[in-house]
């Protein structure tokens, strides 16, 4: 078995990026409220503050910061998707290696997780997060898209709703 190696930092901040075991599903943003349910579940036995979010059909980005003298987001992600799966109908596709540790088939194993070591590589992976939806062709704009903390953000006069620009994509003109 592989050991993976995790920085852990005690009260930190951290992105992470979580997917779908079959990428061309769509359950996060069909059932983004059974998703933010287990957040609260979890969030509720064991703290922790999102500082930003977005949820796309198939992934989701997102910036946690830890209570002090805690660093165990895999426990909390590890909750969170159980949480989530429990409430979904069994209709997907489980390997002999998933039914012999009793997983669903629901979510990729792993995720990806960076500590976030300063104020610009904060402000930087918060862009990223808010303009993935834009990147990915599911909206023009940041602002069109409804699953993400964006939208908090701009009440907050963080960003304003015009943040990312609207992204018209390049027609050739010239028949070449």
């Known amino acids: 078995m592989t050991n993976y190696r995790r920085f852990k930092l005690q009260g930190g901040c951290y992105f992470f990026?979580?997917?779908l075991n079959n990428r061309q599903?769509?359950?996060?943003?069909?059932h983004v409220d059974l998703l933010r349910g287990a957040m609260q579940?979890?969030?509720a036995k064991h703290p922790f503050r999102i500082d930003s979010i977005v949820v796309l059909p198939?992934?989701?980005h997102c910036i946690w910061t830890l209570p002090e003298n805690d660093a165990d987001f895999s426990l909390r992600w590890r909750q969170i998707k159980a949480a989530f799966s429990s409430q979904l109908a069994k209709?997907?596709?489980?390997?002999?290696?998933?039914i012999k540790k009793k997983e669903r088939g629901?979510?990729?194993?792993?995720?990806w997780e960076h500590v976030i070591r300063d104020e610009r590589d904060y402000n930087n992976h918060v862009d990223y997060i808010y303009f993935n939806p834009v990147k990915h062709g599911l909206v023009k704009s940041v602002v069109d898209w409804p699953y993400s903390s964006f939208h908090r953000d701009v009440e907050r006069g963080i960003y304003s709703d015009s943040?990312?620009?609207?992204y018209i994509e390049k027609i050739d003109v010239s028949g070449e």
């Open 17 to 19: 990026t979580l997917a």
């Open 91 to 98: 209709t997907e596709v489980c390997s002999e290696s998933r």
């Open 25 to 30: 599903q769509s359950l996060l943003t069909d």
């Open 163 to 166: 943040w990312g620009g609207t």
């Open 106 to 111: 629901i979510w990729q194993r792993r995720f």
């Open 58 to 60: 198939e992934h989701l």
């Open 41 to 43: 579940f979890v969030k």
